[in-house]
């Protein structure tokens, strides 16, 4: 079945720095690719999307492209700062069959930056 | 502006006492969602109601269920709790449903068995 896998945290990085969570997929098709983030007692919230190949979805500095290649969709951040810190997931949505309305996540991937 | 509204935010029940969550949005989409996410794990979904048809994923467990009485309120429903029925409960919403489309999630209700 569709899945996808992220990189294992905790990720510490230092403000500034250059950020990549990696992640991948397994799915029938091209799904729709999505960031999701989660702030310390809050729900989930879009970071951003691509909904086909090549496609590079961006929003608040992060930036993630759509790789059928290599079923890629990984996250990157040039300079990252202490408000980022939060745990990060990965999901798609299938595009064939009658899953197409459901979300598959990762299992998230915990940021933690110091000042 | 809160969009999609989740209470209470923390739940305390016992093993065995029916416990209902709630949500409600501001929307006015067309689905509505339940997802269970267990400790430092993703979130899973459990079913999903467009409009009033009720979508149940194959693998939720029977003491599962949900209410969705009008377009705004969609409840959870847990018939006998287990203690591995503790977990973070997300709702979410989307206008239609499609693949492309984002989910607003709301902040979650945190339920503990005792």
Same mark, same amino acid.
């Given at each position: 079945g569709d899945s996808v896998t992220q990189m294992e945290g905790p990720v510490t990085l230092s403000e500034e720095a250059f950020l990549t969570i990696n992640c991948t997929y397994t799915a029938t098709g091209y799904p729709s690719l999505f960031w999701y983030v989660q702030y310390p007692g809050e729900g989930l919230q879009l970071l951003l999307k691509a909904t086909k190949a090549d496609d590079k979805g961006s929003n608040k500095g992060f930036e993630a492209t759509y790789r059928k290649e290599t079923t890629s969709f990984h996250l990157e951040k040039g300079s990252v700062q202490v408000s980022d810190s939060a745990v990060y997931f990965c999901a798609l949505s299938p595009?064939?069959?009658?899953?197409?309305y459901k979300l598959i996540f990762g299992s998230g991937t915990r940021l933690l930056v110091r000042p | 502006d809160a969009m999609v509204i989740q209470n209470p935010r923390y739940q305390v029940t016992q093993f065995g006492k029916p416990v209902t969550l709630s949500c409600s949005q @501001?929307? +006015?989409?067309n689905v509505m969602y339940w997802y269970q996410q267990k400790s430092s794990q993703a979130p899973k979904l459990l079913f999903h109601y467009y409009d009033k048809d009720f979508n149940n994923e194959a %693998? @939720?467990? %029977?003491n599962f269920q949900s209410r969705r009485p009008n377009t705004s309120f969609c409840f959870l429903d847990i018939r006998s709790p287990g203690l591995g029925d503790a977990a973070m409960y997300l709702c979410a919403t989307s206008r239609? !449903? !499609? +693949?492309?489309e984002t989910q607003y999630f709301g902040p979650g209700t945190r339920l503990l068995v005792l």
């Open positions: 595009r064939v069959g009658d899953s197409s | @501001t929307l +006015n989409h %693998d @939720t467990p %029977d239609d !449903g !499609g +693949n492309q």
